[in-house]
């Protein structure tokens, strides 16, 4: 979430001239879509704050408020989406235990279950960096994470609201294909080194730093290893999204940077910038914290979904859509 607008624009550039190796900006080519987005839900619905989006099929989108953390679980109507029966108003998120108010930037569904990642508690003070998991097939109207993994002691101290922004998980078939490096032992990754961490990794983007690292979490919950850090391609980053059908790593900075989204591939091991977008010319520069890709299965005319969340809600809306080339 970001509260205020921390830099104005001299500032800005002069950060991006400043970042450290691996952050230089790739030239900006148009969006590879189409210009033109559609707004995607009906007026008031959300108010302030959506910050994380992801597809779990052509249908179904799961959406988190940053404050108060909530939950959202929703559904398509034609090109609208709006809450599930049940997720109405969302459901309140907690950490394990039912205390606290999870500051939830990110989500994603996995074969693991649906997991938010959260930058502060907002009843308390300072940075908390915790990934929660949530049993979303509970009928109670707030969820306790059923498992959390606290990273805070294992990344760079940043602000309280430069924190985790983005979530997004990569399946180990796709990793080790691809022969990504483990940071860790230096030699390609290898799944068995990480017992119960499941069948992938978690990348989880911190704003503050612009980087990107790559977890593996024991399922049964607590234990995680880093096994790799990268660059985003941006001095701050925002969201993250895996393109399983392309096999793109997606980074997106809001207004910070004017819209703008990057694509990462994996080449020789490692994750690298591969392109560098601008936002649709049609699209306002709105604050947006939030963006999914549809499935590839979802693919009409050459063209699939993709849905941005405004933190800002500008004009009453919180969800526009656009396009992306398939494949």
């Known amino acids: 979430m970001r509260i205020f607008r921390r830099f104005t624009a001299p500032v800005i550039l002069l950060s991006a001239l400043l970042a450290a190796p691996g952050t230089a900006q790739a030239a900006t080519a148009k969006w590879p879509g189409d210009p033109a987005v559609a707004v995607a839900d009906a007026a008031g619905v959300f108010g302030d704050n959506l910050s994380g989006l992801s597809f779990a099929g052509a249908d179904v989108l799961w959406a988190v408020k940053n404050g108060p953390g909530t939950l959202y679980r929703l559904v398509r109507t034609g090109t609208t989406w709006g809450p599930d029966a049940g997720w109405s108003s969302g459901k309140a998120l907690h950490y394990r235990g039912g205390s606290g108010d999870p500051d939830a930037e990110g989500v994603v569904a996995t074969p693991d279950g649906v997991f938010a990642a959260t930058e502060r508690d907002n009843d308390g003070d300072g940075s908390l960096l915790k990934v929660l998991r949530f049993d979303t097939a509970s009928t109670a109207k707030s969820l306790n994470a059923v498992a959390e993994w606290d990273l805070t002691g294992d990344l760079p ?159 009453g809306h919180a969800l526009r859509t656009g396009t992306l080339p398939c494949g």
């Not at 990569?170 to 990504?180: N, R």
């Not at 080194?193 to 978690?202: K, W």
């Not at 010319?281 to 699939?304: L, V």
């Open 157 to 315: 101290a940043v602000d309280d609201n430069g924190g985790f922004e983005g979530i997004t998980w990569i399946p180990d078939a796709f990793l080790t294909a691809g022969g990504f490096r483990d940071d860790r032992t230096k030699a390609p990754y290898a799944p068995g080194n990480y017992a119960g961490h499941g069948t992938g990794l978690y990348f989880v983007g911190l704003e503050d730093t612009g980087k990107i690292y790559a977890y593996a979490l024991d399922q049964s919950g607590g234990g995680f290893s880093k096994v790799a850090t990268l660059s985003s391609g941006f001095p701050n980053v925002m969201e993250l999204e895996f393109e399983p059908d392309t096999g793109r790593l997606w980074s997106v900075c809001d207004d910070t940077c004017a819209g703008k989204t990057a694509t990462l591939k994996l080449v020789d091991g490692k994750f690298t910038v591969s392109a560098t977008y601008a936002r649709p010319s049609k699209m306002p520069d709105y604050n947006n914290e939030g963006f999914a890709i549809a499935p590839g299965s979802t693919c009409s005319s050459g063209r699939k979904a993709v849905v941005w969340a405004d933190d800002g809600n500008d004009g």
